[in-house]
């Protein structure tokens, strides 16, 4: 791959990153709450602007990153080891931060980090790309960073992925922390947070 | 509200830290919120201060801090202290942001060791500095041993520890550090802040992050959280009274310190938060020390 291939990053890496990250903070700390995007970095397809948001400002050296086959491709790959330098893992049980679309949750929520008993923090975060946030059905969310419920539906879950996400939950204090990233906003559902299926 | 320039021809990274450390103080933060109350150790940086003078603090504040925040920093309650005010300076100088002593004006706070009288709201973010993160330290000073209380939610010694005061002393003398359960699961030190803070932090609508720079922990306490003062039955968790109001402002419901006047025992009682107090004093507040010098 020629270097002229490659797609711009953030445009100001410092500020964007900073932004990006107070959002990702206040997604986190406030379990289903759609959060707009600050900054919109050039999105390789078939990422997307939150996806990509995530990548620039969480990933490094350090963070071994897995993508599905799906999202995988060598300019994928090249762009975010250009701007982040995070290593590409093929395994996905040993990734740090795993991308993949949100119909894969069940099956990659299997066998994704989960921490220790000891440390918890030694766990993997998913970030599941949807299409957007509906306005109906979806889950129900209770638990710490919520007041009374929050109501959140990202496009694209299926029934065993949302069964996935309760079985996260009863792991609490381990499990995954899961990044829903769509194409102009992003939502959490962190361990933490408990979860209640409506009917669509 | 003031601002300062960086001096020029001397340029930081924006608020000090370089890019990679705030990366990974971001990601341990987001594990922080993701498991409340529960320590995540990070890769701790020397900072330009000596330990003890809020290093862990001013590395979240730093990871944490965007160009738009203002920022307030208190240390006891009061914004015009010497670590308030050598922290306030050194964001002004290596972020260039803005800074104030006005608790509603602030989306950024940084505390030693209180929680400001004014309700925090959705849009802030309380970051506490914390000397000693483990509650367990002084009970067992193995971390192997107390990580694994925590993990098997092994709590009893705590409650022995508050049940020793009451055999001793007639009732729970922890007065401050005082132990709090996080949603219903992991015991948490909420920093040497008095007992009188503690009922504050329970579903709080601001995120509280705290930061321990010697000992390079991180952990937090997401909104709306339950955050649970230990105690027994026939001890209920009580917090501090005072028997008379603030000296100046008059304020009977605040955390008020006692300042010693002269050598003769004289004494008065004024609030700790001085933003709560100059407020209070501005919409014409009076106490019983100001009338008497009428």
Redesign the interface.
């Known amino acids: 791959m020629a270097i002229t291939d490659l797609t711009p990053g953030f445009s100001d890496p410092v500020r964007d990153a900073a932004v990006s990250f107070r959002i990702i903070l206040d997604a986190m700390a406030r379990p289903g709450e759609v959060k707009s995007l600050p900054v919109v970095a050039p999105v390789p397809a078939p990422l997307n602007a939150a996806a990509v948001c995530v990548a620039l400002s969480l990933l490094d050296s350090d963070t071994p990153y897995w993508l599905a086959p799906d999202l995988r491709n060598d300019r994928i790959i090249g762009h975010l080891s250009f701007h982040t330098g995070a290593p590409f893992e093929p395994d996905y049980k040993k990734a740090q931060f795993a991308f993949f679309p949100v119909e894969d949750l069940a099956t990659v929520m299997q066998d994704l980090s989960i921490g220790t008993d000891e440390y918890p923090d030694r766990s993997a975060t998913a970030v599941a790309l949807v299409a957007g946030f509906g306005a109906t059905g979806g889950v129900r969310l209770t638990g710490p960073g919520i007041e009374t419920a929050n109501d959140l539906s990202p496009v694209g879950v299926t029934p065993a992925g949302w069964k996935a996400l309760e079985r996260n939950s009863i792991l609490f204090p381990l499990g995954v922390d899961i990044l829903f990233a769509g194409p102009e906003s992003l939502a959490a559902i962190p361990r933490s947070t408990r979860l209640t299926e409506l009917e669509a | 509200m003031t601002t300062e320039t960086q001096d020029e021809g001397l340029e930081y990274?924006?608020?000090y830290l370089d890019?990679?450390t705030?990366?990974?103080i971001?990601?341990?933060?987001?594990?922080?919120?993701?498991?409340?109350g529960?320590q995540?150790?990070f890769a701790g940086r020397e900072m330009p201060m000596p330990y003890g003078w809020g290093t862990g603090g001013i590395q979240v504040t730093a990871?944490?801090?965007?160009?738009e925040d203002v920022l307030k920093v208190i240390d006891q309650g009061a914004d015009d202290t010497t670590n308030a005010v050598s922290i306030r300076k050194f964001f002004q100088r290596v972020a260039g942001i803005a800074t104030t002593e006005k608790t509603e004006e602030a989306t950024l706070i940084q505390t030693r060791h209180r929680i400001p009288e004014t309700p925090l709201s959705e849009g802030q973010i309380l970051v506490y500095q914390v000397p000693i993160p483990e509650p367990l330290r002084f009970l067992e000073p193995r971390e192997t041993e107390t990580?694994?209380m925590?993990?098997?939610e092994e709590y009893g010694l705590m409650h022995v520890k508050l049940y020793e005061d009451i055999a001793r002393h007639g009732h729970i003398a922890t007065t401050y550090a005082y132990p709090v359960k996080v949603?219903d699961?992991?015991i948490m030190d909420p920093s040497p802040t008095p007992k009188f803070d503690n009922p504050k932090m329970n579903r709080c609508?601001a995120?509280q992050l705290f930061g321990a720079g010697r000992e390079k922990r991180i952990y937090?306490?997401?909104?709306?959280?339950?955050v649970v003062s230990l105690d027994f039955e026939d001890h209920p968790f009580e917090i501090q009274g005072w028997d008379q109001p603030c000296s100046i402002c008059g304020d009977s419901t605040s955390f008020l310190d006692e300042v010693i006047m002269d050598d003769q025992g004289t004494r008065m009682f004024v609030c700790s938060d001085t933003d709560h107090c100059a407020s209070r004093q501005a919409q014409g507040y009076q106490g019983p020390g100001q009338e008497a010098a009428e």
């Open positions: 990274n924006f608020a890019e990679q705030k990366r990974m971001r990601r341990a933060l987001l594990k922080a919120v993701a498991v409340p529960y995540v150790p990871s944490i801090l965007e160009s990580r694994k925590h993990a098997l949603n699961r992991y609508a995120l937090a306490v997401p909104p709306y959280t339950d």
